[in-house]
């Protein structure tokens, strides 16, 4: 029997779809620790397959994690949303595509 090692964090219905194409899987249910410290390995991991695709499903599976992650740290989606539009009251968006070249102090 062949196998193939991930332990890697996944979504919550893969192992019941890696059992419904024939195949099976073993897992593991993290602790709180362990499951932050996976959830940021998992933005890393998104993060670059964003950079590697540039499409916009890795930006989904992106915005999927970075949604884990607010939670696993005991936050609400409401809190994200609030203290990003806090944010961007205050300092404005990206819209305006401004790359900032040099600061001068006199």
């Known amino acids: 029997m062949k196998h193939?090692?991930?332990n890697k964090l996944v979504r919550d219905f893969i192992p019941e779809?890696?059992?419904s194409s024939g195949k099976s899987c073993t897992t593991e249910l993290l602790s709180t620790e362990d499951y932050i410290r996976m959830?940021?390995?998992?933005?890393?991991?998104?993060?670059?397959e964003y950079h590697?695709?540039?499409?916009?499903?890795e930006l989904a599976d992106l915005l999927e994690v970075i949604r884990a992650a607010a939670v696993a740290r005991g936050y609400?989606?409401?809190d994200l949303e609030?203290?990003?539009?806090?944010?961007?009251a205050k300092r404005g968006g990206f819209e305006k595509?401004?790359?900032l070249?040099?600061?001068?102090?006199d």
Not at 39 to 48: G, H, S, T, V
Not at 52 to 57: A, L, P, R, T, Y
Not at 82 to 88: D, G, I, L, W
């Open 76 to 78: 609400t989606l409401e």
């Open 39 to 48: 959830i940021d390995e998992k933005l890393d991991e998104e993060l670059a």
């Open 52 to 57: 590697k695709d540039k499409n916009i499903e």
């Open 17 to 19: 779809i890696i059992k």
């Open 82 to 88: 609030r203290v990003r539009a806090e944010k961007a």
């Open 101 to 105: 070249k040099e600061v001068y102090e």
């Open 4 to 6: 193939i090692a991930y």
């Open 97 to 99: 595509r401004i790359l």
